[in-house]
C-alpha cells in the first residue's frame, strides 16, 4: 500500500539531491539547439533482399496451416486459379488454400499473374504465403500494407529502401507501430542506413519518426556500427550520426513539453528516507523528465534520478499526474501512462482499475482506454494482475475491454508457465491474516478473533466465545491507540473479502462444472495452506483419483467414515460434480453432522439427465412452446449466455451459450427481444432448442454426445427459464 506522506516535511538541500535535479541538460546550453540539415541526400536503391530470422519462416508456415489446414486431396486447384485469373470473385479460404497447398507451378501463376491480389487477408494467410514463396509474394505483401486497415508485418524478411517508407509512415499508427519497430530493430544498421536522408531532412514529423527509430538502433548495436552505415552518404553523415547518439541525456524535445497543471498541488516526492523533500524547481525537473517519456521508451535520466527517490512519494505522483492533465484525446498521455506502469503500486492499481472498470466505448476505444492494461501489467505486482482479471469480468465495456484484458492476462499466464486459470489461483490475497487463516484484534482489554463463513463474509468471536457479524466500536475502557486501529483493520477486511469473495467463489464452481484438476502440491499450497481459500476448502468435497475427501477444520484429511486421508504426491485433485460422487447421501450427512454450509451448491445440486429419445436428437423439444418473460431471457447473459445479433427490426430472435468447447445450444425466441424496447414484446416463446457443432449454426449434434455434467448444468438452465413463477 502506497504510504501517507508526511503533513511537513523539511526541503532537500541542494548536494542532497541527484545532480539531474539540480541542473538538467536542457539546463546547460543556451537556446535552442540548430537541427543538422543535410540537403541531397538519396537512400541507394540496392535490389530487395530476403532476410529470415532463426525459426521465423517455420513459425509462420506452421500458424498457417494450422489456420488453414489442407482440403482434401481431390481439390481441383487449376479450377480456382482459372476462377480467379478470370476476374470470378474467389472465396478468399479457397484462394488461400490454393496459395499454401496447392501446387507450387499453380500458386505461381496466381501470384505473378495480371491480376493483382488485393483486398483483406487474415494476417496468419498472409505470413504463410510470403514463408512459402518468397520474394514472389512480395508485391501481394506490399499491396496489403498499404490499404486502410494495413499490415506490414508481412513484410518483415525484406529489406530494401521502398520499405524502409513503408514503415516510416507505419510507425503512427497505434496498430502497426509494434510491427514496424520490430522490422528496423531486425534489420539493424542496415534499416539505419536507409533511412538517414529522412533523419537530417527538414525538420518534421516525418524527420522526427527516423530519428526516434535510429537512437533505438544506435542503443542496440551502438553508434559507431549505425555511423559506420551512414558513411555510404559521406563522412558529414556519419559525423552527424555520431553526434546524434553521443549521449541519450541529450536526447530531449526542444522545445520541451510544459505541464498542464498546477506543480504546486503536486503531492511531495521524497528523497529515500522520507525525512527530505524535493524543492519545487527539482520537482518541476523530475516532472518534465515523465513527460517526455513514454511506455518502452523512458527518457534516460529517470531511471538514475528515482533510484534517490521514495517508492512510495513516486506512486502518488505518477497518480497525481494521471489525475491532474486533461484527458479529452485519450485516458492518458504517455508520459502519465509511462508513470503509473514504472512508479504504480498496488494502491495505484486499485484505484486505476476502479475507474477502468467503468469506462464505456468511448474511453476504451475512442481514447486508448486499452493501454491501461499495460499499465497493470507494467506495474506486474499480484494486486495489479487481480484487476486485469476483474475486468476480464466486470468491465463495463463487454465487447472491447473484458476479451482484451482476458488476453492480456493469457499472454501473462503463458509467460510465467501457466494457463489462466493457474494463474488466478496464484492471485487470491492473504489480506493479511495468519497462517491459521485467522487475525486477532486487540482492543487492550478485550481481544477479538477474526473468522470466516461459507461465503467468505467475515466475522468476529469475542473472549466470551460469542460470534458477532460485526466489531463492536472501541468504548472509554479499551486502548485509545490500539481500538482504534484494531476497528479499522476490520472495517477494511471485509472491504477487501468483499471484493475477493464472490469472484473466488465464481472461480471454484467453475472450476467443478469443468472438471479443472490440481496437482497435490498445488492444492496443499493454493487451497489447503492457503490463509483465505482454506475456508472455502473446508466447505467442499475434494476427489484425489476418485477418492473422495473433505478438509477438516485443523487441515487434516478425512474421508466420508472421518478416518485420516493421506493424499499422495502424484494425486490429481478435483472438485467433484454430484454427478461424480459415489458416496452423495453419506457426504450429505457428514456435511450435515458437523452444521457445514456450501459456499454453492455441491452436495445439494440439482441434478439432470436426458431421455433416451433426447440423446439421439439435436433439438431439445420438451422446452419448445414454452413462453417466458424477456427479463429471464436477458437474465442468461449474466449467466454466460449471448444474445443473438440485431436483426431486422431491431429484434434479437435467439440466446446460445457453448457448451464444452466445440458445442453450442441455439434457443430460437418469436417474435425475439426487441432491443430499444424489450416490454414491447414481453413474452417471448422458446420454438427450437438446439445443439450445433461450433459457436455458430453449422452442423447439428445430438446431446447424447455431450458431458454428463454439461447435460445436466444445461437442463438446469432451462428448467428454471422455463418454470412457472410461485404465486
Not at 551502438?222 to 549521449?247: I, N
Request: aromatic share 8%; with cysteine; hydrophobic share 40%.
Amino acid at each position: 500500500m502506497t504510504q501517507s506522506s508526511p503533513l511537513s516535511v523539511e526541503e532537500a538541500p541542494a548536494n542532497a539531491l541527484p545532480p539531474l535535479l539540480t541542473a538538467p541538460p536542457w539546463t546547460r546550453t543556451a537556446g535552442p539547439r540548430e537541427p543538422v540539415v543535410l540537403k541531397g541526400l538519396k537512400a541507394p536503391k540496392d535490389p530487395t533482399e530476403l532476410r529470415w530470422s532463426p525459426g521465423e519462416r517455420e513459425e509462420w508456415t506452421a500458424k498457417a496451416h494450422a489456420r488453414h489446414p489442407a482440403p482434401p486431396g481431390d481439390t481441383d486447384w487449376e479450377a480456382i486459379a482459372a476462377e480467379f485469373s478470370a476476374g470470378a470473385e474467389v472465396d478468399r479460404f479457397r484462394l488461400a488454400s490454393l496459395l499454401l497447398h496447392g501446387p507450387e507451378e499453380v500458386a505461381l501463376r496466381v501470384l505473378d499473374g495480371d491480376r493483382p491480389i488485393d483486398g483483406y487477408w487474415d494476417y496468419d494467410a498472409l505470413n504463410g504465403i510470403v514463408a512459402r514463396h518468397g520474394m514472389r509474394a512480395l508485391p501481394m505483401a506490399v499491396r496489403r500494407s498499404k490499404e486502410r486497415v494495413g499490415y506490414v508485418g508481412a513484410l518483415s524478411p525484406f529489406i530494401d529502401a521502398d520499405i524502409a517508407q513503408i514503415m516510416i509512415k507505419a510507425l503512427p499508427d497505434g496498430h502497426q507501430r509494434p510491427r514496424a519497430r520490430a522490422w528496423f530493430a531486425k534489420h539493424g544498421p542496415a534499416a539505419a542506413r536507409l533511412i538517414v536522408p529522412d533523419v537530417f531532412r527538414t525538420p518534421g514529423p516525418k524527420r522526427e519518426r527516423a530519428t526516434e527509430i535510429i537512437l533505438e538502433i544506435i542503443d542496440a548495436h551502438g553508434v559507431e556500427a549505425v555511423a559506420e552505415a551512414a558513411r555510404v552518404y559521406g563522412d558529414e553523415a556519419a559525423r552527424a550520426v555520431t553526434a546524434l547518439g553521443a549521449d541519450p541525456l541529450d536526447r530531449y524535445p526542444d522545445p520541451l513539453p510544459e505541464p498542464g497543471f498546477d506543480l504546486a498541488a503536486l503531492p511531495p516526492v521524497l528523497l529515500r528516507g522520507r525525512n527530505l523533500a524535493l524543492p519545487a524547481e527539482a520537482v518541476r525537473a523530475l516532472v518534465t523528465m515523465l513527460l517526455i517519456s513514454s511506455p518502452g521508451e523512458p527518457y534516460a535520466g529517470v531511471e538514475p534520478v528515482a533510484e534517490a527517490l521514495d517508492p512510495a512519494s513516486l506512486a502518488e505522483l505518477a497518480w497525481a499526474l494521471y489525475t491532474s492533465e486533461p484527458r479529452e484525446k485519450r485516458f492518458a498521455s504517455p508520459g502519465a501512462e509511462y508513470a503509473l506502469g514504472r512508479f504504480g503500486d498496488d494502491e495505484t492499481a486499485a484505484r486505476l482499475g476502479d475507474r477502468a472498470v467503468r469506462w464505456d466505448k468511448a474511453t476504451v476505444w475512442y481514447r486508448n482506454g486499452l493501454k491501461v492494461l499495460d499499465v497493470f501489467v507494467a506495474i506486474g505486482t499480484d494486486a495489479a494482475l487481480r484487476q486485469l482479471d476483474l475486468l476480464t469480468r466486470k468491465a463495463a465495456d463487454k465487447k472491447r475491454m473484458r476479451p482484451y484484458a482476458e488476453a492480456r492476462l493469457n499472454s501473462v499466464a503463458r509467460a510465467r508457465g501457466l494457463g489462466t486459470a493457474q494463474l488466478a489461483d496464484r492471485l487470491v490475497p492473504h489480506l493479511g491474516l495468519d497462517a491459521e487463516g485467522g487475525l486477532t484484534l486487540d482492543y487492550g482489554p478485550r481481544r477479538f478473533t477474526v473468522g470466516f463463513d461459507e461465503r467468505l463474509k467475515p466475522f468476529v468471536t469475542g473472549e466470551d466465545g460469542k460470534r458477532r457479524a460485526s466489531l463492536p466500536k472501541p468504548g472509554v475502557k479499551d486502548d485509545e491507540a490500539l481500538a482504534p486501529a484494531a476497528y479499522a483493520r476490520f472495517t477494511a477486511l471485509k472491504k477487501e473479502a468483499r471484493a475477493v469473495a464472490a469472484d473466488q467463489i465464481k472461480r471454484m464452481e467453475a472450476a467443478m462444472l469443468a472438471g479443472r484438476a490440481w496437482t497435490a502440491g498445488d492444492f496443499e499450497n493454493l487451497f489447503l495452506r492457503h490463509p483465505l481459500s482454506s475456508h472455502i476448502a473446508r466447505r467442499l468435497v475434494w476427489t484425489a483419483d476418485g477418492t473422495a475427501f473433505r478438509v477438516a477444520e485443523d487441515r487434516s484429511l478425512a474421508d466420508v467414515r472421518d478416518d485420516v486421508f493421506t493424499l499422495a504426491p502424484d494425486a490429481q485433485v478435483r472438485l467433484p460434480h454430484p454427478l461424480h460422487l459415489h458416496d452423495l447421501g453419506a457426504w450429505s450427512e457428514v456435511f450435515a453432522d458437523y452444521e457445514i454450509l456450501q459456499p454453492f451448491p455441491q452436495l445439494g445440486r440439482s441434478v439432470h439427465t436426458l431421455t433416451d429419445k433426447e440423446r439421439d436428437a439435436s433439438r431439445l423439444e420438451r422446452f419448445e412452446g414454452r413462453t417466458v418473460h424477456f427479463g429471464r431471457v436477458l437474465g442468461l447473459a449474466d449467466r454466460g449466455w449471448r444474445l443473438g445479433d440485431k436483426e431486422t427490426g431491431g429484434f434479437q430472435r435467439h440466446v446460445s451459450c457453448a457448451v464444452g468447447r466445440e458445442s453450442s445450444v441455439f434457443v430460437d425466441l418469436d417474435p425475439g427481444v426487441r432491443v430499444i424496447a424489450p416490454e414491447e414484446y414481453a413474452e417471448q416463446t422458446l420454438t427450437r432448442v438446439t445443439l450445433y457443432k461450433g459457436s455458430y449454426q453449422r452442423a447439428e449434434q445430438s446431446f447424447g454426445e455431450l458431458d454428463p455434467v454439461q447435460v445436466s448444468e444445461l437442463l438446469t438452465t432451462l428448467i428454471r427459464l422455463t418454470e412457472t413463477p410461485t404465486p
